[in-house]
């Protein structure tokens, strides 16, 4: 499986950037789909995830509100709509898959990674 994130930018704070995630390879495998965020000198975060099978997607208490994933319908692309972005969201944004039953806002189910996309919002 491979994945590709694209999408970021600079961007002023109150502004909106709509990131997006190319799955290609096995995708008929079930997974769900993460959204992580890492800014400098801190750790990779939980964003937003969408889940394989019809369940509610997730958000950091952070981004609630604000942040919206959705995905195709052949399930090969999410993207993640980020509106009133704040300086704080800026960040290194990835997004992976994962297969198995671990929570999906935990990042360690998280297997495969795509190559992340830098936000930045100015202030």
């Known amino acids: 499986v491979q994945l590709q994130a694209s999408g970021g930018g600079v961007v002023q704070a109150g502004g909106s950037l709509r990131l997006s995630c190319a799955v290609s390879?096995?995708?008929?495998?079930?997974?769900?789909l993460g959204w992580f965020r890492q800014a400098p000198g801190k750790e990779r975060d939980f964003v937003a995830a969408?889940?394989?099978?019809?369940?509610?997607?997730r958000y950091a208490d952070s981004v609630m509100g604000r942040f919206a994933v959705s995905r195709n319908g052949d399930k090969d692309t999410v993207w993640l709509q980020m509106n009133n972005l704040k300086p704080e969201d800026t960040a290194v944004y990835y997004c992976?898959?994962?297969?198995?039953?671990?929570?999906?806002?935990?990042?360690?189910?998280?297997?495969?990674w795509g190559q992340g996309t830098q936000v930045t919002v100015s202030s």
């Open positions: 992976a898959t994962k297969t198995d039953s671990s929570p999906i806002t935990g990042i360690s189910g998280y297997k495969k």
């Open positions: 390879g096995r995708t008929f495998q079930a997974y769900d």
């Open positions: 969408m889940p394989w099978r019809g369940d509610r997607p």
